[in-house]
């Protein structure tokens, strides 16, 4: 019997709301993969058969575990690659794929999809899986960027580190207004880059509805592939889009992004989480600079700009995350360029297709 037992892995996101995600020691035998996390350790077990696309990376400097359960896709990191023989050998002796990264451009996920979304409990807690057929939803889904919307040689991608922060492409979350849920732990990643955007902003926690307790969840929140492409000199876009009850929530939400500060501030608390997921600290980053889309429809966007730099490489990528507000609707676009002059023009093509979708969208009303 193949099996294997790791230790020193971080997971994204937790198995449950505000739920261990570090220290994570790994099991795998033939029955089934096998999480231990928390003091007490509280062990999930889940089979083979409900785990689908199952993939673990080498990079240079550990390992990475993708696996998804549930329309979830979860991400395993390990800084050590000492393992690495024994769970590949349990990994493919259950249909998964080996891939061994090379250095090219690189990937990081633009959390910003949840944190308009998010009270201090944490997306997880607040939305549960539905798929409710209405015009609202409709539209909802119709409002995120798709493959026609891209020059020719974009395709989606399956293999990227996306996936362990943004839910499944085209799963629908809806509010779920029976769940309670806690404040986040002050040592936890989320409630440290909260306290750095709060910072930012100059806004409490209280009065914050990016991070703080002011925020309201939508009625429906859906995300789009991630769209992959060699050309800009290599870049990656995606898009979530959110329908929310009123459109004066909306307007509350865009009142607090109109400050001089938020695309700034939000870029960086953005790229804090990203960093996040590869080392035990959150560090801080610097406001990165604003950003103000060229659009041509009617709208509210705006964004901001950040350079970060994969773990184990010395290219530097900006991180682009701007926001876009129309009706009942708030759509975030995020993207990640090796060279941001070449690739503008085409974000701002995508702010003005998402805009021309909200603004002529017919769930707008108040």
């Known amino acids: 019997m193949t099996t294997f037992r790791s230790e020193g892995w971080t997971v994204r996101p937790s198995f449950v709301p505000n739920g261990a995600t570090v220290p994570i020691t790994l099991l795998g035998d033939e029955q089934g993969l096998t999480q231990l996390s928390g003091t007490p350790q509280v ?32 991400c395993w990191r390990s800084q050590s690659k000492a393992d690495y023989d024994a769970v590949a050998a349990v ?21 910003a999809i949840v944190i308009l979304a998010s009270l201090a409990g944490g ?14 939803l409709k539209d909802t889904k119709a409002a995120n960027i798709a493959l026609k919307d891209l020059p020719p040689n974009f395709s989606t991608t399956s293999t990227s580190v996306l996936g362990y922060v943004f839910s499944a492409a085209n ?22 880059v909260s306290t750095q955007f709060q910072s930012c902003m100059g806004v409490s ?21 991630v769209f992959a492409s060699t050309t800009y000199g290599g870049v990656e876009v995606v898009t979530t889009s959110q329908y929310y ?50 659009t041509f429809v009617h709208g509210w966007a705006r964004g901001g700009v950040v350079a970060i730099t994969e773990q184990g490489s010395s290219v530097k990528l900006s991180l682009v995350v701007v926001i876009v507000t129309s009706g009942r ?10 060279d941001w002059k070449k690739a ?23």
């Not at 207004?177 to 440290?192: F, G, I, R, V, Y």
């Not at 997921?277 to 600079?289: D, N, Q, R």
């Open 43 to 74: 062990a999930w077990q889940t089979p083979w058969e409900e785990l689908s696309s199952i993939q673990l990376l080498r990079f240079s400097r550990g390992l990475a575990l993708f696996a998804t359960a549930d329309g979830v896709r979860y």
């Open 91 to 111: 990994v493919t002796a259950h249909g998964g794929r080996l891939i061994h990264r090379k250095r090219r451009f690189g990937v990081y996920a633009v959390v």
């Open 123 to 136: 997306i997880g807690a607040l939305l549960s899986r539905g798929t409710p057929v209405n015009v609202e």
């Open 171 to 192: 799963k629908v979350f809806k509010l779920n207004p029976s769940t309670t849920t806690t404040a986040p732990k002050p040592t936890s990643a989320w409630a440290q």
């Open 205 to 225: 926690a209280k009065k914050d509805r990016v991070y703080g307790t002011a925020g309201q969840s939508p009625d429906y929140q859906v995300t789009s592939p």
């Open 245 to 294: 009850n009123t459109a004066q929530m909306v307007k509350k939400d865009t009142k607090e992004m109109s400050s001089a500060k938020f695309g700034g501030c939000l870029v960086a608390s953005n790229a804090a989480l990203i960093m996040s997921a590869y080392t035990s600290k959150v560090p801080t980053i610097p406001p990165g600079a604003n950003f103000k889309p060229t």
């Open 329 to 338: 609707y708030e759509v975030t676009v995020g993207a990640l360029a090796v």
């Open 344 to 366: 503008k023009p085409l974000v701002d093509g995508l702010v003005n297709t998402v805009l021309s979708r909200i603004t002529a969208s017919t769930s707008t009303s108040a």
